[in-house]
């Protein structure tokens, strides 16, 4: 096995880990949802920058794909985040990706498989190294996860106004018409 090839192995087995992990329920703590996603970023940026410094080149038909890539993943990823579902476990709020979302995955993975069609064509091998594919999948987890964040913040917000202390009511001015959280679950 080349280096190159155990290099791809573990980018995939990686990936498809991270893919499961999406499924799986997790507590919706804000400074842990980004943590990863930027993690896999910054490491995509070190090894591109790395593929650049030691002879791959960057040229104006990479940014294009590159450009191409991004607005199709962002799509992706948008939806990915609007379909996870929150919901309470062992009394804290968690999140996972909803079972129609491996669709997606399987949206972003051709995605991924075109760019590197369209990298060999064009003779813009950059794209076809480790760091564009991490920078692919961690771009698409971050926007992912601050669509997840937003509805975090909504649902405790509906949580809060939901249920009020005891000691609210309504001469304390707080609105007690809005949605309970069922209601706006099923949004």
């Known amino acids: 096995m080349t280096p190159g090839s ?13 893919i499961v992990r999406q499924f799986l329920w997790r507590t ?3 400074r842990k949802i980004l943590q990863l996603p930027l993690a896999i970023l910054g490491i995509g940026i070190v090894s591109l920058g790395w593929d650049i410094a030691h ?14 890539e991004i607005a ?16 309470r476990r062992a009394g804290q709020l968690a999140y996972r990706l909803s079972r129609p979302g491996i669709l997606l995955w399987a949206l972003f993975i051709g995605i991924r498989v075109g760019s590197f069609v369209v ?24 926007l992912s996860s601050l669509v997840v964040m937003s509805k975090v913040r909504r649902y405790r917000s509906v949580e809060s106004t939901a249920n009020p ?10 609105m007690h018409s809005r949605p309970s959280i069922e209601e706006w679950a099923a949004r």
């Open 28 to 30: 919706a703590d804000p």
């Open 119 to 142: 990298a060999a064509r064009m003779n813009v091998h950059l794209l076809e190294t480790t760091g564009a594919i991490l920078i692919s999948f961690g771009f698409n987890r971050l």
């Open 6 to 18: 155990l290099d791809a192995l573990f980018v995939t087995v990686g990936i498809a880990l991270l």
């Open 165 to 174: 202390a005891p000691n609210e009511g309504p001469l304390t001015g707080r």
């Open 55 to 68: 002879g791959l080149t960057l040229t104006g038909r990479t940014l294009v794909v590159i450009a191409a």
């Open 72 to 87: 199709l993943v962002s799509l992706t990823c948008v939806v990915m985040g609007w379909g996870t579902q929150l919901a």
